[in-house]
Structure formats: C-alpha cells, structure tokens
C-alpha cells in the first residue's frame, strides 16, 4: 500500500460503455496526474493537476475525460474506448509538481 | 522534451549478481526517481535523487547532474527483484525511460 490506491483493479469493456477509473490519495499531496502504460511502450503522461486545477493535457483524445473533484481524489471518466486504449492505467500523486511522485497499483483496462 | 534513455533494455543474472542500470537524459532537471514495476504492474519508488548518492539496503544510486545521468546499483541480487526498473526524470512534467528489465534467475 503506497498511500495511493486506484479502483477497479482490472476493468473489462465494451466500446459503448462508460465507466470511471477512481484514485484516492491519502498524502495530502496536491498535485495528481493520470499516466497511461501501453505494451512496449514508455509511460505516457494523460493529465496533470494541482490543486485541482487542470494544467496539462498531453493531446488526449476527448473520449478520456478527467474530473478532480478535490485534492484527495481523481477520476478518468472513459466512454466509447477504442481497442487500442486497452493499457495499464495509473494514477499518481505529488506534494508539488516539483516533488517525488508516488504511483497507485494502476487499473488494467482491457475494451473489447 | 527532454529525452531519457536507459539501458540496457534487458538483463538476466543469476541470483547474488551485482548490477548497474544507467539512465541518461538529455537537459538539466530538477528531479530524478527511480521505480520498480512489479509484476502485478505495482510502480514502486526506490529513490528520489535529483543529485548525489543514496543507499537502501542492497540498493544505491547515484545522479551526476553536471553530466546527465544516473546509475542504480543492485548488489546480491534476488529472485524478488525481477521486474522493469524505470527511471524518471522532472523539468516541468515527469517523464520515464523505457526502462530495463531485470530477470533474476535462482
């Protein structure tokens, strides 16, 4: 247990469905980010926020939707994913965007 | 963007082998880590070290900032330690190497 704790653990989905990857951090950093991990590929970062303000948005496509309804907690909102957004989501967090970075155990994503 | 480069890309030892695992990056940066991915996928953080040398236990690292790089070092390695070692490094946003991964054998 890192103090960073992402649900589910493992999600199965449809191309039309819509479902939320949560994270929870228990730090009391104020700075989140999202992180996507493709097979072979290095770790990409999705979205940026500090104090729960947006501040970096890497070109993600607009079916990834992000919400960070306070310091504590971020979510990933996903609706019609593609096969290829298949991947290893994580969540992480910081006491300032300068700081260390400490990770979630990340959702595996799976859409069929 | 700044670029970060890790090798090597693959490593197999046999169980009590010492390592090292270099991370390159091509621009100053305020921050470095290095993190351990589980099998599970778990990223775990095993230094913070924008400069100079820290130990924990069978590990150490060190960053040259002056030079851009950094080194982990694995001595009397186990069957535990197996997995892809990451480095990441901070200017504005993190950024990650492609990492190395470690096969220790027993």
């Known amino acids: 247990e890192t103090g960073v704790t992402q649900t589910p653990r493992h999600l199965v989905m449809g191309m039309t469905n819509k479902k939320s990857l949560k994270c929870e951090q228990h730090?009391?950093?104020?700075?989140m980010y999202w992180y996507k991990q493709s097979a072979k590929k290095p770790l990409e970062l999705m979205f940026v926020?500090?104090?729960?303000?947006?501040?970096e948005n890497n070109s993600v496509p607009s079916r990834f939707s992000p919400e960070c309804p306070n310091s504590s907690h971020l979510f990933l909102h996903l609706h019609t994913l593609q096969p290829e957004d298949s991947a290893l989501y994580l969540c992480?967090?910081?006491?300032?965007?300068?700081?260390?970075?400490?990770f979630g155990s990340g959702t595996r994503l799976t859409v069929v | 963007g700044i670029q970060v480069e890790q090798s090597p890309p693959d490593l197999i030892l046999q169980e009590g082998a010492n390592s090292t695992l270099r991370c390159n990056f091509s621009?100053?940066?305020?921050?470095l880590q290095w993190f351990h991915q589980n099998p599970w996928g778990q990223l775990i953080n095993l230094f913070y070290?924008?400069?100079g040398t820290k130990q924990n236990g069978r590990l150490s690292a060190t960053t040259v900032a002056t030079e851009r790089y950094s080194l982990l070092y694995i001595s009397s390695s186990q069957t535990t330690d197996s997995g892809v070692y990451f480095c990441?490094?901070?200017?504005?946003?993190?950024?990650f190497g492609a990492g190395t991964r470690l096969t220790v054998k027993p």
């Open positions: 992480a967090s910081s006491q300032s965007a300068n700081y260390g970075y400490t």
């Open positions: 730090l009391g950093h104020n700075a």
């Open positions: 926020y500090s104090l729960e303000e947006r501040v």
């Open positions: 621009d100053s940066v305020n921050n």
């Open positions: 070290i924008p400069s």
């Open positions: 990441a490094v901070q200017l504005n946003d993190m950024r």
